[in-house]
T-cell receptor, first 114, second 111 residues
């Protein structure tokens, strides 16, 4: 079974704090992703990584950065948390199956910034 | 660019009813198509997929057929249960490109 884990299910942080969200996958997948999910806005891609030490901006990278020092771990960093970053954060990894890819998600981290 | 359109929710059905959630897509070439399900408070789970025209994906009683001529991938289930209450997302990808999601359809099944 593919397993993607996220460090916390619920997190409460104060405005201005530096926040780390960790994601680990145990299937040696090369590609990993960070999304945020908000009511009425669906899933929006923040950053993704095709391999170790590689990162690409998604659709809404402002206010976020990422780190991928090891293949299994992809971290999302909020340098200075703000209330508009209160959201559900979803990590995903994917692997190639023939000509297609299958993407698997972690359980999500619900972050509240007060 | 590529896009996915799902039927608007919420959808409310009684237990044992027949379910259809419509999904149409816009893409050049031959994308792979997926249905994901998200239970309350959880991440998304891959429900089923199809990678070429006329393929049928199936899992847990759910089915969807890749229809190239109508650019559709409608999700169906013959008899829904209360435990099927969730948000369902249709998605597509082409090659190594990122997944493109529909907006999601919330399904509620009443006993």
């Amino acid at each position: 079974d593919v397993k993607v884990t996220q460090s916390s299910r619920y997190l409460v942080k104060r405005t201005g704090e530096k926040v780390f969200l960790e994601c680990v996958q145990d299937m040696d997948h090369e590609n990993m992703f960070w999304y945020r999910q908000d009511p009425g806005l669906g899933l929006r891609l923040i950053y993704f990584s095709y391999d170790v030490k590689m990162k690409e901006k998604g659709d809404i990278p402002e206010g976020y950065s990422v780190s991928r020092e090891k293949k299994e771990r992809f971290s999302l960093i909020l340098e200075s948390a703000s209330t508009n970053q209160t959201s559900m954060y979803l990590c995903a990894s994917r692997f190639r199956v023939g000509l297609s890819y299958e993407q698997y998600f972690g359980p999500g981290t619900r972050l509240t910034v007060t | 660019g590529n896009s996915v359109t799902q039927m608007e929710g919420p959808v409310t059905l009684s237990e044992e009813a027949f379910l259809t959630i419509n999904c149409t897509y816009t893409a050049t070439g031959y994308p792979s198509l997926f249905w994901y399900v998200q239970y309350p408070g959880e991440g998304l789970q891959l429900l089923l997929k199809a990678t070429k025209a006329d393929d049928k994906g199936s899992n847990k009683g759910f089915e969807a057929t890749y229809r190239k001529e109508t650019t559709s991938f409608h999700l169906e289930k013959g008899s829904v249960q209360v435990s099927d209450s969730a948000v369902y997302f249709c998605a597509l990808s082409q090659g190594a490109q990122k997944l493109v999601f529909g907006q999601g359809t919330r399904l509620t099944i009443n006993p």
